[in-house]
Structure formats: structure tokens, C-alpha cells
């Protein structure tokens, strides 16, 4: 079988130049500028959107109302200049309102038949509003959609466009008629992401940024979907020496709640560790944060920066854990300090 020369990760390294990775990184900061001047006050929030885009993975975002989740995804779609769509969930979506489905359609000669009509999930970037408000069967319809990258209707499979990036809201605070996603499928998000309340600085600017406008409806791309393509590329060839690799494995082995060499007194707080595929994760995320740092090769920082955003959601505490008040993101932090140390 032959391996097509532009998407062979081999043949893209050997072909990679220093031009390359240079332009790379300068549309990746300028990126990263223009979303910075309408997302205001979420400087790490919007770097580690991109790295997850560039990745090739999708995000979950939480936070409260109002903080910009939804006018965040606007900007990155048209800062990239690739087609959106959003899905608001309630209770009551059904999965083909996702998916799509099919209608009986009349052609210009008369004759009738069944056609399939995509659904909002066959745009590149897809924001899925609240998220956890869709019952467990429509949740469902996305697993394949993020994982295969294609929808099935009737045993027939549709590709869907490329790039693609699900960008999923939930939020917090509120429980009554919620579904919280299951581990399967949290873990096909590459990151987890909090959105913090600003600053009071932040909240000046906004007065000046977005007051009476909205700057995402007129905000000019920096780059287009074949760029994002290229540059996803070039990011799988950023040099992984064999200790970042090791470094990578020893800190999906440390958290789990039987591997040897993991503190006994955090060991004890988990149920189930990370996933193989937070491995991967990790990786792949850290290629693109040294790739936006001007570097063509992954250092342990790359990897311990992405550490808490590809764990927090692939770890289960125990339950006399949580209730004594520990929570993930406070285990995972003495887990990564730990793991560092010993590296």
C-alpha cells in the first residue's frame, strides 16, 4: 500500500525545514495575539485552545455563564477561517439532530428517494453548547463522530471534514436536569479546561473591546483550513528524544493507584489513573506548545505545562477522598511535582 508523501509523518520531517517551522511559529503567535485582543484576560485559556486545535484534539470547556465560551469559539473559528456550527443541548435533542439524518426528497425528474442531510457536526469547528443538558443517547451520537471522525447512518459512513475540533461547554453549578458525560467518553477530550473569572483589569477591557460589538463577527483570519492542516503536520515531526518519552510514560504511570514508585500518600487517593490515550495526548500537545515556543523538539516543560489539562478529567478519586475535600486538580498538582522531581 502506498503511503501518500503529504501526510506521512516520516517523509514530512525529512522534507521540514527551518523556513518551516519558523513560519509555523509566527502564524501561531499571531494567532495567539489576535485572539488575545478580543478574548481579553485569558491569555493560557486561549494557548491551550490552540495547542488542543493544532493537536488534533477536542476540548471541553467549563466555567460559568458569561464568560465568553461560546464568543471564544467565534473568534477561533474565524481567526482560522474554517466553518462553524453550534449545538445548544436540551433534554430533549435527539442524536440525528446532531448527525444528521434522512429526508425523502423529490429529484428534478420526479423520482423519490431517501438522501442523507448532514447534521451541524459535519462543520470543522463544532461548538456543543452545554453539553452535559443532553441526554445520555445523544451524548452518545458524538463518541464516534470525535473518535473515527465520521458519522454512520444506515451502515453507510460519512467522512467528516478536516480539520475537525469539538469544543464542548458544560456547566458546574448547576446538577438539576444534567447528565454528567461518562469516563468513555471524557476521555476523547484531549484537554479539560476551566474558564476563570477575569481580573478587574480584564473587565475594564472589556468595556473597550466588546461593549457594544461583538469584534469575533469581524475578526480576519490569520490563516486558512489548509494551513491548520500543514501546520498539524509539521507539528508530528517536532523532534521526542528518548527522555521525554520515558518522562511521558512515567507520568501516566504515576498515576496509577497501583504502579510502583508512586507516592503511597497520593496513591491512595486515586481509584482509576490516565488512559493510554492521555499518553498519546500529552505528546501530541506538547509537540505544538514547543512548535509555538520556536522549538523543534519537545522538552519536559512542554510536557509537565500540559500535564494538569490532559489529566484532570481522566483520573477518578476515591470516594472518602472527595469527601475529606480533595479534588483532582490538587492531587494532580502533587503528582506533576512530584514526577518532576524524580525526573
Sequence with gaps: MSTDPATDPATASASATDND???AHRRLQ???????????????????LITAVFAGGHVLLEGLPGLGKTHLAKALAAALGLQWARVQCTPDLMPADITGGEIYATAAGGASSFEFRPGPVFAQLVLVDEINRATPRTQAALLEAMQERQVTHALVSHRLPSP????ATQNPIELEGTYPLPEAQLDRFMFKLTVPFPDRVALRQMLDVSLDTEPSDTLHSVAG???VLRITQLCRTVLLAERCKDAAVDLILATQPDASGTDSSLRRHIRYGASPRALQA???????RALMAGRAHVDVDDLEALALPVLRHRILLRLESELDGMDADATLTSIINAWRARL
Design 225 to 227: 483550513a489548509a494551513d
Design 30 to 48: 499571531a494567532l495567539r495575539t489576535l485572539l488575545g485582543q478580543v478574548i481579553v484576560g485569558q491569555e493560557s485559556l486561549i494557548t491551550h
Design 282 to 288: 500529552v505528546v501530541r500537545a506538547a509537540r505544538v
Design 21 to 23: 517551522y519558523a513560519d
Design 164 to 167: 475537525f475540533c469539538v469544543l
